[in-house]
């Protein structure tokens, strides 16, 4: 496995165990930012699947949450490609939305309008 796909493959396994954990625990995304200290918008990109956590960060949400440091990696090479697809176009959208919210509301309104359209113009295309 190459350096690019082992990074989208821990980043949608580090995602799906992230969500593992907060149904487990009942928190909010903000509550488990707060507890292994972190800032919301950078735990947000951890729990999407935008970015890969640093190695403090990983030791800060073990020892939160009481896991080994391997369980990060456990189950790395048995993601299906179906988990991986929609782990991928969740990425997207996440960095979609990450775009979008930088901009402001005039230029906001202007890429909805323009992004509608498209769609509507694919729906027509693809029947």
Do not use: C
Request: without cysteine; positive net charge.
């Amino acid at each position: 496995m190459d350096k690019s796909n082992l990074e989208k493959e821990l980043k949608i396994l580090i995602s799906s165990k992230l969500k593992q954990i907060r149904k487990q625990s009942g928190n909010t995304i903000e509550q488990m930012a707060e507890e292994i200290g972190i800032e919301y918008t950078n735990f947000w990109n951890l729990y999407s699947g935008v970015n890969l956590p640093r190695l403090t960060t990983l030791f800060q949400l073990s020892k939160t949450y009481n896991f080994p440091i391997g369980y990060w990696f456990e189950g790395l090479e048995k993601l299906t490609a179906k988990e991986k697809a929609a782990a991928r176009q969740k990425t997207k959208l996440a960095n979609l939305l990450n775009v979008y919210q930088k901009l402001d509301e005039n230029t906001q309104d202007v890429v909805l309008n323009i992004l509608k359209s498209y769609a509507h113009k694919r729906k027509h295309i693809v029947k």
